[in-house]
């Protein structure tokens, strides 16, 4: 099947790509400087781990060594707060460690990188659903750091050659999801409702997000090994859905007696997402499969073992 390696392979996202992709025959290296990711997410006894960050020498070595044919890099500074409080370090993990995987694809001749981008780098929705060619205006350094990576991948591509797909995540949730490093709401609402804790509501809970199940968005990586060469796609469910109605939902399938608190709305907000997916179901031949009461079980579940 090949070998593939993920960067950031022990966070919430990558874990589970490297669970599927093991099951699938394929020879996995992760490399994870766990600040976020965590060693439980994985088993390896089935995965190569090695606890480095992408920036030293010792990443160096291991792409030298193994030489994968393919690079998924999901190792990112993924915090939005945390990008306004500390641009430099957001761009010292999101821009030069997405050059650092560029310049080793380019010097040990690796087929394709995957790339996990974000909605973030579109910014205030023009119009509704968002498709690829929205103006990207990113609100927060996180979605900056997101966009200029993209921009490096198109000029590696034009330049050295390197063959890429982008993809830009909704809100993603599920089992192991960290409720303060990716600050998922699906996360910290779940998380909260297990411990009878009231969660928060920032603003009305009448904006809208598009929450998107990591199994869906595995499948979606998946696909693009092969598919989707030179393109950047919107990875989602394609369905908004309110936070007070994401927040019902969690209280029925817990029978959770909780009430939401509702505080002031957050600056930079952005009050209603939801992105196109179309072109991504042809592209890749993907469609999302979880509907989001079935994720929402699934996810509840883990929080409350």
Known sequence: MGKVLITGGCGFIGSHLAYRLSELGYQVIVVDNLVTGSLDNI?????????????????????????????FHLA???NVSE??????????????GTLKVIELSR??????IVFASSSAVY??????????SHKADPLSP?????????????LAKKLFGIDFTILRYGNVYGPMQNTKAEGGVVAIFSSAIS??????????????????????IVSANIAALKLGGGQILNVSSGKPV??????????SISNSQSEPIYKEERKGDIKHSELCIKETTQILQWAPSVELKEGLFKTLNFYNK
């Open 83 to 96: 990008s306004i409080r500390n641009f430099l370090y957001d761009a010292q993990i999101n821009i030069l």
């Open 195 to 216: 411990k009878n804790v009231p969660p928060i509501i920032f603003g009305d809970g009448e904006q809208t997000r598009d929450f998107v199940f990591v199994g869906d």
């Open 43 to 71: 088993n390896p006894r089935e995965i190569n781990f090695f606890e480095c960050d992408i920036l030293g020498d010792q990443f160096d070595e291991i792409v030298k060594f193994f030489r994968p044919d393919y690079i």
């Open 123 to 132: 910014g205030q929705p023009k119009y509704l659903p968002i498709d690829t």
């Open 107 to 112: 010097k040990y001749n690796i087929k394709k």
């Open 142 to 154: 996180y979605g900056v750091s997101k966009y200029a990576s993209e921009h490096y991948l198109k």
């Open 76 to 78: 990112a500074q993924a």
């Open 242 to 251: 309110s936070i007070n109605q994401l927040f019902q939902h969690i209280k």
